[in-house]
Nanobody
Framework: QVQLVESGGGSVQAGGSLRLSCAAS????????MGWFRQAPGKAREGVAV???????SYRDSVKGRFTISQDNLKNMVYLQMNTLKPEDTAMYYC?????????????????WGQGTQVTVSS
């Protein structure tokens, strides 16, 4: 089991930037893929970006060109740099780990989740 702790959320105006961090601990050798997901009130959880242990990445269309996922395997950290933020990016953001699948459209395949960090973007 992998324990995940997110940080870096906050409130910004549209056009601003935030960098989310996720610290992984526990059985980190079993993790194959790390991902960032988000959930706005009244909406389903959706995948934002994923990165596998080899550095392959995938993004949802609405964040391409604005968000960048990265990782530091030595420090067991995963990051999400978010630029040009929009009000529709407002949500609780979660870090997740998967031992096999790396598909942002399948949050159910991710077995470990953090508590989340809130991102609020005002217009």
């Amino acid at each position: 089991q992998v324990q995940l702790v997110e940080s870096g959320g906050g409130s910004v105006q549209a056009g601003g930037s935030l960098r989310l961090s996720c610290a992984a601990s526990g059985d980190t050798t079993s993790r194959y893929c790390m991902g960032w997901f988000r959930q706005a009130p009244g909406k389903a959880r959706e995948g934002v970006a994923v990165i596998d242990r080899y550095g392959w990445t995938s993004y949802r269309d609405s964040v391409k060109g604005r968000f960048t996922i990265s990782q530091d395997n030595l420090k067991n950290m995963v990051y999400l740099q978010m630029n040009t933020l929009k009000p529709e990016d407002t949500a609780m953001y979660y870090c997740a780990a998967s031992g096999s699948y790396c598909d942002l459209s399948r949050p159910g395949r991710f077995g470990s989740w953090g508590q989340g960090t809130q991102v609020t973007v005002s217009s």
